[in-house]
């Protein structure tokens, strides 16, 4: 039988491993969006993910978010990306976000649920008009 704080050990070392798990997924989630590779973003989302688009209140399945990528292509030329961590409980992770666009900015919160090491389900919405004090 393994000792009680051999089990704390493994049981904290797993937890690391899944927010480093986490962390990846969402850093290689913001590096393919800022180059609007829809291939990247394919490999990341389940077949059967979903995008919420809270603030217009439009839900995306992955077939309908990638196919958006030629649009999102013209959109995000020349921004850029930053995100922040905000918490991780289990398989979800909140982030928030600064798209930083050449003539505008905004900041949003974005809520990643993965499983099996792809994400099943993102919601954004806004929650403020610049990415002042990011």
């Known amino acids: 039988m393994m000792p009680i704080r051999t089990m ?3 049981l904290a070392l797993l937890a690391t491993v899944s927010a480093v798990a986490q962390e990846s997924i969402v850093d290689r989630w913001y590096a393919a969006l ?3 590779d829809g291939a990247a973003l394919s490999q990341l989302l389940d077949d059967n993910a979903t995008i919420r688009l809270d603030d217009i209140g439009v839900t995306q399945s992955k077939a309908e ?3 958006s990528m030629d649009e999102w292509q013209s959109a995000v030329k020349g921004a850029k990306i930053r995100h922040k961590i905000e918490t991780e409980m289990g398989e979800t992770v909140v982030v928030r976000t600064c798209y930083d666009f050449p003539n505008n900015d905004m900041t949003t919160r974005e ?7 792809v994400i099943v389900a993102n919601t954004q919405m806004t929650i403020g008009e610049n990415c002042d004090g990011f």
């Open 8 to 10: 704390a050990v493994v």
């Open 65 to 67: 978010f990638i196919a």
């Open 34 to 36: 800022l180059k609007a």
């Open 111 to 117: 809520t990643f649920t993965t499983k099996a090491g």
